[in-house]
């Protein structure tokens, strides 16, 4: 579904990626990790059209490498920005109502039968019960659930998601989780940015590692446990 090829991103005179390769299947979790500035959020960026970048992104055989993130995102791909980027004075709902196509006629069932307000009140009772109140007064775990189901409203084919798990208890880490192979079991591709590393080996069907802009690892979950080399060089701190 996605190809990424000789990827390089910049910011301004800052060169951060370096020739980065990388792949997502259809209905595959994907996770890319390194430590903080090895380039992983960039990379989301670049995908996106976020970020200046040279290279080849490829999804489903379209380069869309240079297209406006409003472009990117109607081909299909949904972005999860690690600052969560809720709309504060909106209500939960409104929120959710922002996500939608245009296609969609009624908010709690979807005219396309894809993701709707029902399936995010399903899957995350919380949001059901603050329907209502305004986003800005959630907790930092409310306002994740809130932002993944925002952009699920989209019907994206692939999901670009930025630490989705930072900072948040237990608890809601594994409901996050949870989502994630919930989305992966409709269809939806994942590109995950993660840096617990017990979550990605847990749910991904493979891995990248990123060090100094650069993949410096790719495998399966297995494939990573069996190399102490690399989590020692490249994620332990």
């Not at 972005?79 to 908010?107: C, H, I, M, S, W």
Request: charge should be neutral; include cysteine.
């Amino acid at each position: 579904m996605l190809e990424v090829a000789a990827l390089h991103a910049f910011y301004g005179k800052s060169h951060v990626l370096h020739g980065v390769n990388l792949s997502v299947g259809r209905g595959e979790i994907v996770s890319l990790l390194g430590r903080n500035g090895a380039g992983r959020s960039t990379a989301l960026k670049a995908i996106m059209g976020l970020a200046s970048a040279s290279g080849s992104v490829k999804l489903n055989g379209e380069d869309i490498l240079g297209f406006a993130p409003h472009q990117v995102a109607l081909n299909g791909i949904g972005y999860v920005p690690e600052d969560r980027a809720v709309f504060a004075d909106l209500t939960v709902r409104q929120n959710l109502l922002l996500g939608e196509k245009k296609t969609a006629r009624d908010p709690r069932v979807r005219a396309d039968g894809g993701f709707s307000e029902a399936d995010a009140f399903k899957l995350f009772p919380r949001l059901q019960e603050r329907a209502d109140v305004p986003a800005g007064v959630l907790s930092g775990g409310e306002q994740q659930m809130l932002t993944l189901c925002r952009t699920m409203m989209g019907n994206p084919r692939l999901l670009l998601v930025d630490e989705p798990t930072e900072g948040l208890a237990p608890m809601v880490v594994k409901e996050v989780a949870r989502f994630l192979c919930e989305m992966q079991k409709r269809g939806v591709a994942i590109l995950l940015v993660e840096q617990k590393l017990a979550i990605a080996l847990d749910i991904s069907q493979r891995l990248y590692v990123l060090g100094h802009g650069r993949v410096v690892f790719s495998g399966t979950p297995e494939e990573l446990r069996a190399t102490p080399g690399v989590r020692k060089e490249w994620l332990e701190v």
